[in-house]
């Protein structure tokens, strides 16, 4: 299974960005898909989840700003970020909690795709 991130890039404070996570391989079930921030100096975090099912989660930096969504047919997930603040500058990494048909989920993450708000 490989997760496969897109979308990151610089942006102004106030503008926006949308990030993909594609999962392939050996996919049975994807339970979780998320993604997760890390700014120099500190550690991952997450930002926001989304369950099969639609049930999501969200740090409460993100919560109002950022929404994710995921495209099941396409083992995909989409975090809009809106209204972008320099904080929110970090490599975000692509997550997701998967079976491959066997009896246990596996965590993967994706490789990390820079995001730099910065005017």
């Known amino acids: 299974v490989q997760l496969q991130a897109s979308g990151g890039g610089l942006v102004q404070p106030g503008g926006s960005l949308r990030l993909s996570c594609a999962a392939s391989?050996?996919?049975?079930?994807?339970?979780?898909m998320g993604w997760y921030r890390q700014a120099p100096g500190n550690q991952r975090g997450l930002d926001a989840n989304?369950?099969?099912?639609?049930?999501?989660n969200y740090a409460d930096s993100a919560k109002g700003r950022f929404t994710i969504s995921r495209d099941n047919a396409k083992n995909t997930a989409y975090l809009q970020m809106n209204d972008l603040k320099p904080e929110d500058t970090a490599v975000y990494y692509c997550?997701?909690?998967?079976?491959?048909?066997?009896?246990?989920?596996?965590?993967?993450w994706g490789q990390g795709t820079q995001v730099t708000v910065s005017s």
């Open positions: 997550n997701a909690i998967i079976n491959s048909g066997g009896y246990y989920d596996r965590n993967y």
């Open positions: 391989g050996s996919i049975s079930r994807i339970n979780v």
């Open positions: 989304i369950i099969r099912g639609d049930s999501s």
